[in-house]
Every structure is written in structure tokens, then in C-alpha cells.
């Protein structure tokens, strides 16, 4: 059983399977870390849109940005929820960027004695591309990783 | 927050824009403009006798200014935290129209002919310093990244091609404004708003949600990504469907981009047929402007058709909008107070078209130029109106062509050779028609030709005004999509996906084929 656990999680299914692992592995009286990441495409939204005048394109921003926050919100309480059944202690940390590199720099500012995250989903699922799950991530990681399976993923 | 960034970079921007410009003046850049102009005569070479001067001083001084000067919290300093990005786009423009584009006319023109098709690779695939400079921008942004001291410059960007129009305003006439008004309120009408319905319909049966069933139909119908940022917040879209619908959006814009022209070649499209399709056919505005100026870039009539068609969608996007949610109301059930009318039509309203209008009322007073130098070129027969003397049809000249006006079967044309004969000019437009009309029937040898042409020639002149006014906005409408170009990330479009990706592809498509169909049936050369 692992006492700190860096555990991140969006909320897609790959992601959920990723919390669940993160519960069945952590100790009795451990910590998680749930990381969010809001990839770096979101700031790229507004693309080349040079029609609307500014009142338009800040409307869109903050619109944007209040949407990205609800849907966070109501991930963290999902999570707090699970967190609080099992009794453990949960602190949730919101970073933008690209995904893995937002792991990394989250497992740089503490020890952790694992990063569980979920698996890409298989082919033809629907979804954000934002890969989190790279080569790179692997190879520079420091700390154990657990990948948890996707639900959908045959054996 | 201070946002004007200590950096040396806008100097350095600076330091290599002398360089140009002394390289060019010097003369040191003589073997490499050679090369560049494969044969013919290097046709940038008076921009690079300018243009680099006057905006490498620009640069090293306030460069200097940026990188050593002290810097205060307030409007000057964010305004000139724009310099930086501003002069890297304009620099990148440079680079792109006077060397990068011509160095790949030179390789296409050294493979030779593609296929039967009688043109080099750059004409087909419309590899101009536009298509190039948009390709520049998405490269940069998305290998390199944005550097964070060009972040505000880059997004005023925007301002280029705002600009662009307003200017565009005056190069049309009264006629030409109400004729492509004419045309594209009809095609857009029926483009725009069919679109619009079709992607509902089909949301409605794909059973997609009434959200992303708004954003979508705007998005495909009037203006691509600008229509979506504008109806995302009204039909309250979730994150996830505005992701699907940009992503989509920018694949497909840019696609039709690189498409649209190399079609337009291929059908020996005229600038009005292009216009006519491309600001018809394409889902994003920006690529309507970067199709057009690939499809014609010496030239801005493509353009100004297309940028016609273009700000129809923009005024009618407030018209959309509206629509929108007063159907997102009446399905979802939400308060109905929530649609402000008014708001709606002063919020989305795009105040750069009150700029064009202003700009053509001023022109229709003369104020630019005489009416009649707005028709790409004027007549003009006399020392007064530009004709130089020089040009008048020499001795031996005149014999030939005495020598075979029994060949000329036509009275009119017979009697304008004679005219022409007499008076060794051109001496009214009607003659000067007919001279034209006698060159395509080409019962005279090619030499008589030649020496008919080259006295039409003498007696029609491009405005100097118009022709600045042409240069400029050509400058800002690549200034303006280069930048646009570095806020096309790849990441986003990868975003493409869902059930935007089907309806739009549908959409997309019909809206395209159905568009040229109609263009090419019913739009001629002229209207």
C-alpha cells in the first residue's frame, strides 16, 4: 500500500478507472494528490477568429473559462466523495498545460511514492485528444507508476 | 502589469531589416535577385527599397527603447507591447514574399509543367508568399511556439485585416458595390441560412444536444470559428462541443485553403467566379481572404469579391445569432428575458464595416481619385492623363500595318486602324475596343498584333494612388493572415471529432460542390 499518491484524473472513463486503482492501492490513513490538467489546446479555442470585436471574443473567454471551472467543480466533488467513503485525506491541484508535462512538474514539487494514471482510450472512442500517457512521461518520471487499465480495453 | 517585455529581440528584428534593405541598395543582393527573378525583372525590387529601411528604424529605435528603456503600468505601455509581435509578422512577411516565395516559383518552374495541365506546380497549388506566409505563421506557432514578448503584437493581427477592408472600401465603384451586394446577399442568403437549417435538421435527427446542434449550425452556416465564439455563450455549448465544432472548423478551413485555389486553376475560374465561391464555400472567413489571395496574389480583384461575400456573412452573424437563441430558448425551456435583441445586434455588430462604407462614401467624392481610375486602369491619350510620347507608333511601324489593313474585313475595325494610322495613338476608348476586339480575331500577322497591343497598351494607365492604395492592402491582408496563421494550432484542430465531424463534413461539402455548381452556371466574368 502506497502512503502519497499523485493521482491524475479528468473525469473520462480511462480516468475514473485511474481513481478507483488509486483507492484500491492507497494506505489506510494516505494522501492523494488529485491533479486536474486543462490542456493547452483550450487556449488556442479563440483559433483565428477576426471578426468579433472584443466585447464578443471576452464574452467567449470568460464563458469558456466559467464552463471549464463547473465541469472541474463538479469532478472534485465526485472525487471528494469517493475520497471521504474510504476516509482518506484528498488535496486537488488544477495545472494548465500540456498534459504530461503537467505531471511532471506536479511529481517535481513533492515526493510521491507512486503516480497512478489512466490508460489512452482504445481506438474509435470518442473524446479530447490530449495525450497524457507518452513516452516521455514514462522515461522521465522518478516515481513508480501505476497506468490503470481502460474499462474497455480487452485483455 | 507591465506588459512591454526587456528584450532585445525587436532591435534585432530591426538590425536584420537594415540588413535587407542595404543588401538590396548596395546592390550585394544583385546575384541572389537574379536568381530569384528567374529571367524577368525582379518585381519586389522597389519594396526592398523602401519598406525595409523605414521599418528596420522603426525597430532598432524602439527596439532599443523596449530593451533599455524604462517601462510604466498603463495604455502606452500595452499598446507598444504590441510593436514586438507586430514587426516579427511583418518581418516573416517579408522573408516569405520577397525570398521564400520566389525561390519555390524558381524550383517549380525548374521541374517543369505538371502533367497536360499547362501550369508549374506554385500556379496549380497556389505556393504564393500568402499561402506560404499562413503556413510560416501555423509552423511557427506550433514547432517554435509564439515567444511570449510577440504574444500581444501577434493577436493584433487582426487589426491587419480589419484594416484591409476598411481600405478596400474605396477601391469600389457604386456599381460594382451594388452588383456583388446584390449577388452575394442572394448567395449568402441561401448558403448561410440553408446551412444553418440542414445542420439543425440533421442534429435533430442525429438526436445531438440542442447546444452543440447551435454552435455547430453557426459555425458551418455563416462564419466559421468567429460565428462560433459568438453563439457558443447564447446556446450555452459545452466545453467538449466547442472543442468538436473549432477543431472541425480550422481542419476544414484550412484544407479548403490549399483546395479551393488549385480547383479555381483548374476550372479557369475568373476572379469573379473564384470571389464568388470561395467567400460562398469556405467555412472560415480568415481562409476566405488567404483562398482568394492565393488564388490571384498579384492582384486584390479575387479579394474584393470575396471580401464582399465575406462581410454579408459578418452582418447577417448578428441575424444568427439571434435566431439561434431564440431557438435554444423555445427548446430548452430557458427564461426568454435571457435574449436581449438589442444587445444582441450591438454586441455582434462589426464595426469595421461602418470603416468600409465610410471609405467607399469618401471615394465616390473623388477625394482618392477620379471615378474613372478605379476600373483597374484608365484611359488616357494625352501628356496630362500619363501617355508618353515615346509610345506613339513609329514610321516603320505604321507601314506594316498599312500594309495590311486590306486584310481588316470590318468597317469599324477598318476605320479605327485607319484613326490609329492617322494619329499613331489610340484616340478614344470605343477605338480602343475595337483595336482589342480586332487583335482576337487575328486576321493581321502576330507582329501587326504585337504592335496593335503594344498601342493599347500606351494608352491605358494605372492610377498611382489606386496602386499604393492596391499595395497596401495587399500588405495588410498578409500581414493580417500571417498573424492569423500563429494562432492556428495544430492541437486545437486535432480537436476535430464527434458528431462535428460527420455534420460538417456533410455540410461542408454540399455547401462547397453546390456553390461552385451555382458560380459556374450563373456568375460570368464580370458583374
Redesign the interface.
Known amino acids: 500500500m502506497f502512503q502519497h499518491i499523485l493521482l491524475a484524473s479528468h473525469g473520462t472513463e480511462g480516468a475514473i478507472a485511474a481513481e478507483t486503482m488509486a483507492l484500491r492501492v492507497c494506505a489506510a490513513n494516505g494522501r492523494i494528490d488529485h491533479l486536474i490538467v486543462v490542456?493547452?489546446?483550450?487556449?488556442?479555442?479563440?483559433?483565428?477568429?477576426?471578426?468579433?470585436?472584443g466585447?464578443?471574443?471576452d464574452?467567449?473567454r470568460?464563458?469558456?473559462d466559467s464552463?471549464?471551472r463547473q465541469?472541474i467543480e463538479q469532478h472534485c466533488k465526485r472525487i471528494n466523495q469517493k475520497m471521504s467513503d474510504r476516509g482518506l485525506a484528498c488535496r486537488h491541484v488544477v495545472l494548465s498545460g500540456k498534459p504530461e508535462q503537467a505531471v511532471l512538474r506536479q511529481a517535481g514539487t513533492q515526493t510521491y511514492d507512486l503516480v497512478v494514471i489512466g490508460s489512452p482510450r482504445p481506438d474509435g472512442k470518442?473524446g479530447?485528444?490530449?495525450a497524457m500517457l507518452t513516452k516521455k512521461l514514462i522515461c522521465t518520471l522518478k516515481t513508480a507508476v501505476l497506468i490503470a487499465p481502460h474499462p474497455e480495453q480487452n485483455t | 502589469m507591465i506588459y512591454t517585455q526587456k528584450n532585445p529581440a525587436l532591435f534585432i528584428i530591426g538590425l536584420f531589416m537594415l540588413a535587407i534593405w542595404y543588401s538590396a541598395d548596395s546592390g550585394l543582393m544583385g546575384p541572389v535577385l537574379e536568381h530569384l527573378a528567374s529571367g524577368k525583372s525582379y518585381k519586389y525590387y522597389d519594396e526592398l527599397g523602401t519598406l525595409p529601411l523605414y521599418f528596420g528604424l522603426f525597430s532598432v529605435v524602439t527596439g532599443l527603447w523596449h530593451w533599455l528603456g524604462r517601462h510604466r503600468e498603463g495604455h502606452l505601455d500595452y499598446y507598444s507591447s504590441t510593436i514586438a509581435g507586430g514587426m516579427l509578422i511583418l518581418f516573416i512577411t517579408m522573408l516569405v514574399r520577397w525570398f521564400i516565395a520566389p525561390e519555390i516559383e524558381v524550383i517549380s518552374i525548374s521541374l517543369g509543367e505538371v502533367g497536360n495541365t499547362g501550369k508549374y506546380a506554385h500556379d496549380l497549388f497556389g505556393l504564393n508568399y500568402v499561402v506560404l506566409g499562413i503556413v510560416a505563421g501555423i509552423v511557427i506557432v506550433n514547432v517554435f511556439r509564439v515567444p511570449s514578448w510577440a504574444g500581444n503584437g501577434v493577436r493584433l493581427s487582426r487589426l491587419g485585416l480589419k484594416t484591409g477592408v476598411i481600405l478596400l472600401g474605396a477601391l469600389y465603384s457604386a456599381a460594382e458595390l451594388k452588383n456583388l451586394g446584390g449577388l452575394s446577399v442572394l448567395m449568402i442568403g441561401f448558403f448561410v441560412l440553408g446551412s444553418v437549417g440542414i445542420v439543425l435538421w440533421i442534429g435533430s435527427r442525429r438526436n445531438i444536444s440542442h447546444s452543440m446542434g447551435g454552435v455547430l449550425s453557426a459555425g458551418m452556416g455563416v462564419c466559421g470559428v468567429s460565428a462560433t465564439v459568438a453563439v457558443a455563450p447564447v446556446v450555452q455549448a459545452k466545453p467538449v462541443e466547442i472543442a468538436y465544432t473549432i477543431g472541425t472548423i480550422l481542419l476544414w478551413g484550412v484544407g479548403c485553403m490549399f483546395l479551393f485555389p488549385i480547383i479555381g486553376h483548374l476550372l479557369d475560374m475568373s476572379y469573379v467566379q473564384f470571389g464568388a465561391w470561395a467567400g460562398t464555400g469556405i467555412l472560415n472567413s480568415a481562409q476566405v481572404a488567404g483562398a482568394a489571395l492565393a488564388f490571384q496574389p498579384d492582384g486584390i480583384e479575387t479579394l474584393m469579391v470575396a471580401e464582399i461575400f465575406n462581410i454579408t456573412r459578418v452582418l447577417i452573424l448578428p441575424v444568427v445569432v439571434l435566431w439561434l437563441a431564440v431557438w435554444y430558448v423555445r427548446k430548452e425551456g430557458a427564461d426568454a428575458a435571457q435574449v436581449n435583441v438589442g444587445r444582441v445586434v450591438i454586441t455582434k455588430f462589426p464595426v469595421f464595416v461602418i470603416g468600409f462604407i465610410l471609405m467607399f462614401a469618401l471615394s465616390t467624392t473623388g477625394i482618392f481619385a477620379p471615378a474613372s481610375h478605379y476600373q483597374g486602369k484608365y484611359f488616357g491619350n494625352t501628356a496630362e492623363l500619363g501617355f508618353n510620347t515615346e509610345n506613339l507608333l513609329k514610321t516603320g511601324q505604321i507601314e506594316l500595318l498599312k500594309a495590311e489593313a486590306h486584310k481588316v474585313e470590318r468597317t469599324d475595325h477598318r476605320d479605327a486602324l485607319n484613326r490609329l494610322i492617322e494619329n499613331g495613338k489610340i484616340m478614344s476608348i470605343d477605338e480602343g475596343n475595337t483595336i482589342l476586339s480586332m487583335i482576337k480575331t487575328a486576321y493581321l500577322s502576330d507582329e501587326a498584333n504585337k504592335i496593335l497591343n503594344t498601342a493599347h497598351k500606351a494608352v491605358y494607365h494605372t492610377a498611382k494612388k489606386i496602386e499604393v492604395f492596391r499595395e497596401w492592402i495587399t500588405w495588410l491582408f498578409a500581414f493580417g493572415l500571417v498573424g492569423l496563421g500563429m494562432q492556428i494550432t495544430v492541437s486545437s484542430m486535432k480537436q476535430a471529432g464527434g458528431e462535428p465531424a460527420i455534420i460538417g463534413g456533410i455540410v461542408g461539402f454540399i455547401k462547397a460542390a453546390l456553390s461552385l455548381i451555382v458560380v459556374i452556371l450563373f456568375i460570368g466574368d464580370t458583374v
Request: charged fraction near 25%.
Open positions: 490542456p493547452e489546446f483550450w487556449q488556442g479555442m479563440t483559433g483565428d477568429d477576426w471578426l468579433n470585436n466585447i464578443t471574443r464574452r467567449f470568460d464563458y469558456l464552463a471549464l465541469d470518442l479530447l485528444r490530449s
